[in-house]
């Protein structure tokens, strides 16, 4: 019984993410490269800064559609994937995607100047798994900017 709603409910996870990849993210900020094999994490992420200097915060924000879209293939690849017969290679892209932690050192308090670092980690397991290459870098330093005075 529950082995029968444990499929299903990955199936519905699976069709999912195929949405998800197909049809959002629409807003990509970079050209995805697909042919070099490397899926920099720190590509897809961005930090947004609010509020006034000296008192700003820090909000991380990262394009998992973009980087899903890159690790498996290229839209195209999404595309031609098949809704079940799939699901096991999706179930790799999703535990690779999901074992992803992304922080940042500081995120209020913040002048105009200062600097941020994010840093993130993963399952090198899970992302082996799935076939990906996340690349070497695993922090990246941004400068607050835009907080109002």
């Excluded at 629409?26 to 050209?31: F, V």
């Excluded at 790799?92 to 993130?120: F, M, P, Q, R, T």
Aim: net charge negative; with cysteine; aromatic share 6%.
């Amino acid at each position: 019984m529950f082995r029968g709603n444990r499929v299903t409910a990955l199936a519905a996870v699976g069709m999912s993410i195929v949405i998800a990849l197909t049809g959002c993210g629409a807003d990509k900020k970079t050209q995805i490269d697909t042919t070099d094999g490397i899926t920099n994490i720190l590509d897809y992420v961005t930090v947004d800064f609010d509020g006034k200097n000296g008192e700003g915060t820090a909000f991380v924000n990262v394009d998992y559609d973009g980087m899903e879209t890159e690790m498996v293939g290229g839209k195209e690849k999404i595309e031609a994937l098949d809704e079940f017969g799939d699901l096991t290679e999706l179930t790799k892209y999703i535990n690779a995607v999901s074992s992803i932690s992304v922080s940042i050192d500081k995120n209020k308090d913040l002048s105009n100047g200062d600097e941020v670092v994010v840093s993130v980690t993963y399952d090198e397991m899970a992302a082996e798994s799935a076939g990906v290459v996340f690349g070497d870098e695993k922090s990246k330093t941004f400068e607050v900017k835009g907080l109002k005075k």
